[in-house]
């Protein structure tokens, strides 16, 4: 740019020459050149403004445009994202303690049929009957005619039929894929599993509800996505359970039973080791409720932890614990045991009327099981404080345990808790309770008077219980259930090299309109093993068993029970690492009293 | 000097627009694969859970009992039973080889039985190096 300078030599000596002010051609030049400066500024701001606005309309189109085709384009999945550990199943497996599989889930294919794209119906019909033997193709090839769009035929295909379905070739035709509850050991744990049914069915996928057992129980655990990688691990070990039905099967046909239930319980932790009751059922194929007939007979009654029994003189220990522990007698006090008692209108007799009075101590009470002496026990001790120590023991409640079916399992108290009921409730009449109950509170006492609450979780971090029995009185407790297995009515169920202490109880059922029936009998077995340092309860229980191999038929614990019971001690207890104890110091805690 | 600049301005903007145009390919390439990989491992797992729940099925009580039983003349599985466990002081191991530290080997070997011990067969596998395995013959008594 050519400056023009403000005071031009030229026209300064001009002017001068003319004798006027050179400083107004200076003035001139000055205004001249700030005019040309304003008109640069100016357009220079014109500029900027318009570059301004560019910007701002340049970014609100780049959001309308993102905006609109946000709103018009299809809705994809973003490829690119990581997903780690991707799940297939939606339901949980259930797991043993040890991780081996209980309930897993299996892909298997629905079939539907859209009858619009059939193109013969009459000859599909026909070879779907063919294939599925409980289709009929006449009522299936009305209902394909009839107008409607859409037909399911089968829940679950095995692949075999998918493949004879396939072969029809009807474009009509359709598989949907679908997930199946898979209970790969059949049988085993039937009575814990429960069951699994579908409940919102679509055509691409059915979500599996739990209809029984800890699959309900634990339905939103099992479904939370969150969790759906991680195995509920259940405190039931596989091989233990396997035994334990094995036996306890074996035992209720040798016994003649129509029934029998077992319970083995972790003393310290409450966890529930194998939960059997015979007979069972096969949860991939569970039954249809019964619509008749007695519901207790049904396999998928759990006797457990739904049967509600009087569990007979398996409930004298309590009393002679409770008695121990609030002072009122201790293990060689002597106590009244003339038989037959009379308390108003009602006799109390021992077996086979049998009479361990005048006088007894509590130990031979327990060892010979005297019902006279253990209701003169409750007497000591007083209704009021009998039921509180029943009650915090659990023995009054439902069962508190993760399957569906226990809150419903109430035990039957009587209303008034009368003088005749701390009578009768002190042998275990009188008052019944489901068996689970039972090997809690034989768990309380082996746990050193520590309340035990039964769990099917494997794992679970909990506050240890309340205290209801001082160390000593669990410990003299136990010597005492000792002495009934090594001298008393449970001889049979002593196992060499793993001191067995344990009770017995043998209770006849309630006849049906009043009275007991002497003929059906619920037969008891509680134990802990081993008695030197408890680790473990056992309870087997069997419904109107018989042993028929002596003169005449035997029906108390001792010989029905107890059998099966040490049977499976000897079979469980290897599984479950216990080394026998040399034989002849096997007897555990046997200090006499003196 | 300055149409230099434009030049070499141009030519960068070129290799800038190849380089974006290959990504974008080489990027749409890797999601493909990733789909596809994604599809294929998502088989697996199904795969692994079909062949968990087989193996599970295979191995169930019943069938492994049965699978005893029919072969018992051959492996001669029977139920572990309490006689099978010993402590490993009640044992009559070899006497010692005369090594540098046998007298120490052998109580520090702590004794084991076996799962499938078979009828009246104890076999019993020691962790000392000197003991090794040590079959007892048919008769012999766990406990002395």
Known sequence: MIRTPLRPLARILDARAKGENPDVIERENLRARHEVQREASKSRAEWRLKLLVMGVVAAFSVIGVRMGTLAATEPTEPR????????????????????????????????????????DPHSVAVELERIFPDLDAKALERRFTDGRSFLWIKKILSPEQMQAVHEIGDPGLYFGPREMRLYPNGTLGAHVLGGASFGAEGVDSAEIIGTAGIE????????????????????????????????????????????????LMDVHTGEVIALASLPNFDPNDRPALPTSGNPQDSPLFDRAVQGIYELGSTFKIFAAAQAMELGLVGPTSLVDASAPMRWGKFTIKEFENHNYGPLATVSDIIAKSSNVGAAHLGLLIGGERQQAFLKAMGLLDAPQIELIEAPGAKALIPD??????????????????????????????????????????????????????????????L??????????????????????????GTAEKPKRGGGYDKEKVVNTFACIFPADNPKYVLLVVLDEPVETSGPRPRRTAGWTAVPV?????????????????????????????? | ??????????????????????????????????????????????????????????????????????????????????????????????????????????????????????????????????????????????FP
């Open chain 1, 216 to 263: 309900k129980a634990q339905d939103v655990r099992l479904r939370d996505p969150a969790l759906a990688g991680q195995p509920l691990q259940l405190s039931i070990d596989l091989t233990v359970q396997a035994t334990v039905e094995d036996v306890l099967g074996s035992g209720m046909t040798m016994m003649n039973a129509k029934g029998a239930a077992a319970i």
């Open chain 1, 80 to 119: 690119a994202a990581v997903r780690g550990n991707e799940i297939v199943a939606t339901r949980a497996d259930i797991t043993d303690r040890q991780g081996r599989i209980l309930a897993t889930n299996m892909l298997t294919h629905s079939l539907y049929v859209q009858p619009h794209d059939l193109v």
């Open chain 1, 479 to 504: 010597v005492m259930m000792r002495r009934v297995v090594t001298e008393g009515t449970a001889t049979l169920g002593d196992v060499p090299g793993y001191a067995v202490a344990g009770k017995t």
């Open chain 1, 416 to 477: 008034r808790w009368s003088e005749i009921v701390t009578i009768t409730a002190a042998y275990g009449h009188g008052i019944a309770t489901s068996p689970l109950n039972l090997a809690a509170g034989y768990a309380t006492i082996a746990n050193g008077g520590v309340k035990v609450t039964p769990t099917l979780l494997h794992g679970l971090v909990r506050a240890p219980g309340p205290r209801l029995l001082s160390e000593k009185v669990a410990e003299d407790a």
């Open chain 1, 565 to 594: 019971a040490a049977e499976v001690i000897r079979r469980v207890a290897p599984l479950l690492g216990l080394r026998p104890a040399a034989v002849g110091a096997s007897d555990g805690p046997k200090t006499p009293f003196e």
């Open chain 2, 1 to 142: 000097m300055r149409p230099l600049l434009y030049f070499c301005s141009a030519l960068v903007v070129m290799a800038m627009a190849f380089w974006a145009y290959r990504e974008n390919y080489a990027t749409q390439k890797a999601l493909r694969e990733l789909a596809a990989l994604q599809d294929s491992i998502s088989g697996l797992r199904e795969d692994i859970t079909m062949q968990k729940a087989e193996w599970a099925y295979l191995n169930r009580p019943t069938r492994l009992k049965e699978l005893a039983t029919a072969n018992f003349d051959r492996l001669h599985l029977m139920p572990l039973e309490p006689e099978q466990m010993a402590d490993g002081k009640t044992v009559a191991f070899p006497a010692p080889v005369l090594t540098l530290d046998a007298p120490g080997a052998l109580t520090a070997g702590t004794a084991r039985p076996a799962t499938s011990a078979s009828a009246g067969m104890l076999t019993i596998t020691a962790s000392a190096d000197t003991a090794g395995e040590i079959t007892s013959k048919p008769g012999d008594k766990a």
